[in-house]
């Protein structure tokens, strides 16, 4: 019986050594000393702890097995694979990859803070913090199965960059290289440039009326509905909602909310634009002067439990990264001409507990939205 079990035992180690070797020698090599010793155990050592840990019965055997295999691996096996590639790996200047940090006008940013979760498929955890040179680079020595999420990127007199969703992977291993040879990835902070007094204000709905249909009118400088709804003075947007319940004492059971924004009285109108939520500064800096402002309407409709033959009602959201620069409170001369207007922006965020988020520029004829 122990012999047997030496046999099993000398055979898994064996299958765990040789596809530790096999993956080592096929993958690329960073030029980062000890780098198979740092991505961790093999995955023949943590597929048996996994497999122990779902199936219990088993694990009595698999995870100590897994555990004298795994540290086998990371005492052995990768320390002579790392002693074998030492003079390859010392050999080599830039098999990393480079972060690029770039302002609005290409230009490079130097001293820049970044800070991004760092991933090599191993157990072992990692962040890259680091700092920008003066060609707006950071160099990481790490090519073999790395990848970066998470990125916060500071610098003073610029716009923080923040991606914390944790959804997009900057994937080092997919990423082609450039023309020089190196592997880069690029991302942009805006420049603090003048910033203007403003309003920012969250549009919510009123929860009273959550399932009734009504057009409501909402006064951008304040943040309010007008009266009855709120203490709101100049209507500078109209809300229209349309509900549709099968139930209508429970509308909640089954609902099609069909909501739409326009802007109130002549000359005010939208410009769609597009909009980055992780740098900062939501759309541009300026509003266009000579752009065709329409009042036409912007919204959604989202439905539940909605069962209609016809398919003509169903969910359509708004795009999140679009955005609505504003123009209200227009006066016009006889002919038609602008003489004066506030500016701002209608921004559609996700997951900040609100349909749309206001900006009204409280100087008039300040075009500037910053």
Request: hydrophobic content about 35%; aromatic content about 10%; glycine content about 8%.
């Given at each position: 019986m122990k012999k047997c079990i030496k046999v099993v035992f000398l055979v898994i180690l064996t299958i765990s050594a040789t596809t530790k070797l096999l993956g080592a020698f096929s993958s690329p090599r960073s030029g980062e000393i000890f780098q198979t010793t740092r991505e961790g155990p093999g995955k023949v050592s943590l597929g048996l702890i996994l497999s122990g840990v779902i199936l219990p019965p088993l694990g009595f055997v698999t995870?100590?097995?897994?555990?004298v295999v795994g540290a086998v691996d990371e005492l052995v096996v990768s320390p002579v694979i790392d002693l074998v590639c030492l003079p390859y790996d010392l050999m080599q200047e830039r098999h990393g990859?480079?972060?690029?940090?770039?302002?609005?006008?290409?230009?490079?940013?130097?001293?820049?803070?970044?800070?991004?979760?760092?991933?090599?498929?191993?157990?072992?955890?990692?962040?890259?913090?680091?700092?920008?040179?003066?060609?707006?680079e950071i160099f990481v020595s790490?090519?073999?199965?790395?990848?970066?999420?998470?990125?916060?990127?500071t610098k003073d007199g610029f716009y923080k960059y923040r991606e914390h969703g944790g959804n997009r992977w900057y994937k080092v291993y997919e990423k082609e290289p450039c023309a020089d040879g190196?592997?880069?990835?690029?991302?942009?902070?805006?420049?603090?440039?003048?910033?203007?007094?403003?309003?920012?204000?969250?549009?919510?709905?009123?929860?009273?009326?959550?399932?009734k249909s009504a057009d409501l009118y909402y006064d951008c400088e304040l943040g309010d509905w007008l009266p009855p709804q709120g203490k709101g003075r100049t209507a500078d947007l109209l809300v229209s909602?349309?509900?549709?319940?099968?139930?209508?004492?429970?509308?909640?059971?089954?609902?099609?909310?069909?909501?739409?924004?326009?802007t109130v009285g002549d000359g005010n109108g939208f410009i769609e634009d597009d909009c980055c939520w992780c740098d900062g500064l939501q759309g541009r800096y300026e509003a266009p002067v000579d752009g065709e402002y329409a009042p036409s309407k912007v919204g959604w409709v989202s439905c539940w439990n909605w069962d209609d033959a016809s398919g003509s009602e169903r969910s359509q959201h708004i795009d999140?990264?679009?955005?609505?620069?504003?123009?209200?409170?227009t006066r016009l001369d006889e002919k038609g001409k602008v003489i004066s207007a506030h500016y701002g922006k209608l921004l559609f965020p996700e997951g900040w507990g609100c349909d749309a988020y206001t900006v009204f520029v409280r100087d008039a004829n300040e075009r500037w939205m910053e």
């Amino acid at each position: 019986m122990k012999k047997c079990i030496k046999v099993v035992f000398l055979v898994i180690l064996t299958i765990s050594a040789t596809t530790k070797l096999l993956g080592a020698f096929s993958s690329p090599r960073s030029g980062e000393i000890f780098q198979t010793t740092r991505e961790g155990p093999g995955k023949v050592s943590l597929g048996l702890i996994l497999s122990g840990v779902i199936l219990p019965p088993l694990g009595f055997v698999t995870i100590p097995v897994g555990i004298v295999v795994g540290a086998v691996d990371e005492l052995v096996v990768s320390p002579v694979i790392d002693l074998v590639c030492l003079p390859y790996d010392l050999m080599q200047e830039r098999h990393g990859f480079v972060i690029r940090i770039r302002d609005t006008d290409g230009r490079p940013v130097a001293g820049a803070s970044l800070w991004a979760d760092l991933s090599t498929r191993s157990p072992i955890g990692d962040t890259i913090s680091r700092t920008t040179d003066e060609n707006g680079e950071i160099f990481v020595s790490k090519l073999n199965k790395a990848s970066f999420s998470r990125v916060e990127i500071t610098k003073d007199g610029f716009y923080k960059y923040r991606e914390h969703g944790g959804n997009r992977w900057y994937k080092v291993y997919e990423k082609e290289p450039c023309a020089d040879g190196r592997i880069v990835f690029d991302f942009t902070l805006k420049r603090k440039i003048r910033p203007v007094k403003k309003s920012e204000n969250k549009l919510e709905w009123p929860e009273a009326l959550h399932y009734k249909s009504a057009d409501l009118y909402y006064d951008c400088e304040l943040g309010d509905w007008l009266p009855p709804q709120g203490k709101g003075r100049t209507a500078d947007l109209l809300v229209s909602q349309k509900v549709k319940a099968k139930d209508e004492a429970n509308p909640r059971i089954a609902y099609c909310i069909a909501r739409e924004y326009s802007t109130v009285g002549d000359g005010n109108g939208f410009i769609e634009d597009d909009c980055c939520w992780c740098d900062g500064l939501q759309g541009r800096y300026e509003a266009p002067v000579d752009g065709e402002y329409a009042p036409s309407k912007v919204g959604w409709v989202s439905c539940w439990n909605w069962d209609d033959a016809s398919g003509s009602e169903r969910s359509q959201h708004i795009d999140h990264n679009k955005y609505m620069i504003l123009r209200l409170r227009t006066r016009l001369d006889e002919k038609g001409k602008v003489i004066s207007a506030h500016y701002g922006k209608l921004l559609f965020p996700e997951g900040w507990g609100c349909d749309a988020y206001t900006v009204f520029v409280r100087d008039a004829n300040e075009r500037w939205m910053e």
